[in-house]
């Protein structure tokens, strides 16, 4: 079935620091990808997408390029900040009818001053 | 942009109540919306698809008599967690897309606390 693995977090950066998350997936078709991003205590928000291979995705400084020929949908942001202290969520849906979104496990970052 | 709005966002109730949660889809329609359950630190789980005018569709090992699922308008899905325990507790949140492919919009979930 389709999945979404992500690298294992929690992920310690100091501030300005370049960040990467790793994200890999499996689809049995032609996916959209994902990247949301949670708040303490709050619900998920969209970060970025990318739809179709060689498509960035990109906002507030966050990238992430869809390569088919890897699977990947790599996070980055060149220098981080205590604000984006959160849990990063890779995903994918299947662009057939409306299915639900196949997320990765988290990747809790924190950003330290 | 798409909004969806969820409601309450925190419960605090006595084990054996019920309670509803709603997730309205504020400028949109949507035939479908999702039900998923995080458990702390932990990422979402699907629990169901809800979808309107008709039965829920629940992932396997989700009781469905257990967590009612209602659509009744395109707007509006609820889950109702039936005799809830401390076991029930955790933080329950829905989405819905404005279109087919369309990037899922979040409530902003419900922290439910079962004492």
């Known amino acids: 079935g389709d999945s979404v693995t992500q690298m294992e977090g929690p992920v310690t950066l100091s501030e300005e620091a370049f960040l990467t998350i790793n994200c890999t997936y499996t689809?049995?078709?032609?996916?959209?990808l994902f990247w949301y991003v949670q708040y303490p205590g709050e619900g998920l928000q969209l970060l970025l997408k990318?739809?179709?291979?060689?498509d960035k995705g990109s906002n507030k400084g966050f990238e992430a390029t869809y390569r088919k020929e890897t699977t990947s949908f790599h996070l980055e942001k060149g220098s981080v900040q205590v604000s984006d202290s959160a849990v990063y969520f890779c995903?994918?849906?299947?662009?057939?009818?409306?299915?639900?979104?196949?997320f990765g496990k988290g990747t809790r970052l924190s950003v330290i001053a | 942009g798409a909004v969806v709005s969820q409601h309450p966002s925190r419960v605090i109730c006595k084990s054996g109540t019920s309670v509803k949660i709603e997730c309205r889809s504020l400028?949109?329609?949507?035939?479908?919306m999702f039900w998923y359950r995080q458990f702390p630190k932990k990422s979402l789980m699907l629990m169901a698809t809800?979808?309107?005018?008709?039965?829920?569709?629940?992932e396997q090992g989700v009781e469905k008599d257990k967590f009612l699922i209602n659509h009744a308008s395109l707007t509006l899905s609820t889950l109702t967690v039936t005799s809830a325990h401390p076991e029930d507790s955790s933080f329950y949140i829905c989405?819905?897309?404005?279109?087919?492919?369309?990037?899922?919009?979040f409530g902003d979930g419900t922290r439910l606390s079962i004492l």
């Open positions: 989405s819905a897309s404005p279109d087919t492919g369309q990037p899922q919009h």
């Open positions: 689809a049995t078709g032609y996916p959209s």
């Open positions: 990318a739809t179709k291979a060689d």
């Open positions: 995903a994918l849906i299947i662009n057939s009818g409306n299915t639900p979104l196949v």
């Open positions: 400028d949109f329609q949507a035939t479908t």
């Open positions: 809800s979808n309107e005018g008709s039965k829920a569709t629940y």
